[in-house]
């Protein structure tokens, strides 16, 4: 079976700290994204990667960097974490191409930032 | 500017009702419109989709409507369950991109 394992469930940092969150997928998958979750605004993208080392901003990047150093895991970065930061994280993956679009979502890290 | 504007927010059905979603874009370059299904504490999981050149495609108790013209598509839950409570997203993609472009969903709630 499928899988999108994310780190955390539930993360509590602070203000000005550095954040890691970390995505693996097992499925050899091309591409792999970040999403952020919010009540009311559905998901925004953050970041996407279609190879190792490659990645291009989505649509909400500022305040966020993304590493893929390995083709299975796609790290998400808070480099100075802030409250306006504090959402539901989803990593995603995909196979990519015209033919294979389906998404394969991980159950997400919903981060506090106090 | 928001792509993809789905609508209502929220929505209550009667066991055994019909559940409707719209979604409306205004980009011709989409190509690939695929709906989502996210229960609490899961993440989203794809659906049903359905592309441009056909105007239904149907399975089982799910149905996207699209029409070309109107730039709308729709999803239709036939004799809605308790278990198909859950938030769903529409979601559009340009062709010869890789990146989806989501609605900002609607929480269904099918009541026994």
């Known amino acids: 079976d499928v899988k999108v394992t994310q780190s955390s469930r539930y993360l509590v940092k602070r203000t000005g700290e550095k954040v890691f969150l970390e995505c693996v997928q097992d499925?050899?998958?091309?591409?792999m994204f970040w999403y952020r979750q919010d009540p009311g605004l559905g998901l925004r993208l953050i970041y996407f990667s279609y190879d190792v080392k490659m990645k291009e901003k989505g649509d909400i990047p500022e305040g966020y960097s993304v590493s893929r150093e390995k083709k299975e895991r796609f790290s998400l970065i808070l480099e100075s974490a802030s409250t306006n930061q504090t959402s539901m994280y989803l990593c995603?993956?995909?196979?990519?191409?015209?033919?294979?679009?389906?998404?394969?979502f991980g159950s997400g890290t919903q981060l506090s930032v106090l | 500017q928001q792509q993809v504007k789905q609508s209502p927010q929220s929505l209550i059905v009667q066991k055994g009702g019909i559940s409707i979603i719209n979604c409306a874009y205004e980009?011709?370059?989409?190509?690939?419109f695929p709906w989502y299904q996210q229960f609490p504490g899961k993440g989203p999981a794809l659906l049903i989709a359905?592309?441009?050149?056909?105007s239904e495609k149907k399975e089982g108790r799910f149905t996207i409507s699209f029409n070309k013209s109107a730039k709308q598509f729709s999803l239709h839950i036939m004799d809605s369950q308790p278990g198909d409570s859950a938030t769903y997203f529409c979601?559009?993609?340009?062709?010869?991109?890789?990146?989806?472009?989501f609605g900002k969903g609607t929480k269904l709630t099918v009541n026994p």
């Open positions: 980009n011709t370059a989409f190509d690939y």
């Open positions: 995603a993956s995909s196979f990519g191409g015209a033919t294979n679009e389906k998404l394969f």
């Open positions: 359905i592309r441009p050149d056909v």
């Open positions: 979601a559009a993609r340009r062709g010869g991109s890789e990146k989806l472009v």
């Open positions: 499925m050899d998958h091309e591409n």
